[in-house]
């Protein structure tokens, strides 16, 4: 099981914001205003939690929670 | 001080100014993100020169007595908008492909205006030196990752940011016509 928690405070630290901010409901759109940042972002934590997302798997994802549940249904099988 | 640029001109110079700082800021965040790799080393070269791009440019605006203008979307914002958020390393890698294309055939399309200021003629030449590199590192790292990613994965990636660039490139000629046609830089695709 993925730990969402961690998933969010890391989130908060790579996004430079307070971890209370970081709820299932947060749209990310509003959270990261620069495209550039979600990139990273993204690439952040499937390094850290040891995940694969495609393009495909976000169109979907519009909330923290949303990103959560695609990055716990990729994770690599050793992880 | 005279300027030795008309309007449409340091727009357009001041627009490749902030799309190099943009792709600089771009590759040197994932630069600290990515794990220690061929990846992560060739993208630091590639992130240092869009850093040196984007002083190029200042530094050629400068020598022509003007001042970059501060616009506000670059380029590549419009791109991540129409093709999508690319999710990992391959996609980035596909995705900056086509970019770096796309950058590669507009400075060779703007190389080749008459009567261009020398200055403008040499900053263009010194960036492409770099740009043909930044395109055969990032095919070659495309290349390596077949296994892990699938060769069909990537050529679909590549496929599709292709088309998001026609798109973008199109939208980005047509919004900017009249500055463009009066530089005597026509549209090659
Ligand atoms: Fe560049
Ligand atoms: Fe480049």
């Known amino acids: 099981m993925l730990d969402r928690s961690a998933v969010k405070f890391k989130i908060a630290s790579v996004l430079q914001v307070q971890p209370e901010l970081i709820v299932e409901e947060a749209i990310l759109n509003e959270l990261v205003v620069d495209s550039f940042i979600l990139v990273d972002l993204v690439i952040e934590l499937q390094e850290e939690f040891s995940c694969r997302l495609n393009q495909e798997n976000l169109k979907s994802v519009r909330t923290v929670g949303d990103l959560i549940q695609q990055l716990e249904l990729h994770r690599f099988a050793a992880a | 001080m005279t300027t030795k640029l008309n309007e449409n001109e340091l727009w357009l110079l001041s627009f490749y100014r902030t799309s190099e700082i943009s792709g600089a800021l771009f590759f040197g965040r994932l630069c600290k993100t ?15 020169d869009e850093a040196h791009h984007a002083w190029l440019w200042t530094d050629c605006i400068a020598k022509l007595k003007a001042q970059p203008l501060k616009l506000a979307d670059s380029y590549q914002d419009q791109y991540i908008s129409a093709a999508g958020l690319p999710a ?12 770096e294309k796309r950058v590669i055939r507009q400075y060779a399309l703007h190389s080749r205006v008459p009567d261009l200021q020398p ?29 892990e ?41």
């Open chain 2, 88 to 99: 990992n390393i391959m996609e980035i890698l596909a995705i900056t492909h086509v970019f």
């Open chain 2, 34 to 48: 990515l794990k220690s790799s061929a990846v992560q080393h060739d993208m630091s070269k590639h992130f240092s």
């Open chain 2, 119 to 147: 200055e403008i003629k040499e900053t263009l030449s010194a960036i492409m030196q770099d740009e043909r590199w930044h395109l055969e590192w990032v095919k070659n790292a495309l290349q390596s990752m077949e296994n």
């Open chain 2, 149 to 189: 990613f699938g060769k069909e994965n990537i050529e679909q990636a590549l496929q599709r940011f292709l088309q998001a660039d026609e798109e973008v490139y199109a939208k980005t000629m047509k919004e900017h016509e009249e500055r463009v046609h009066g530089l005597g830089i026509l549209a090659g695709r």
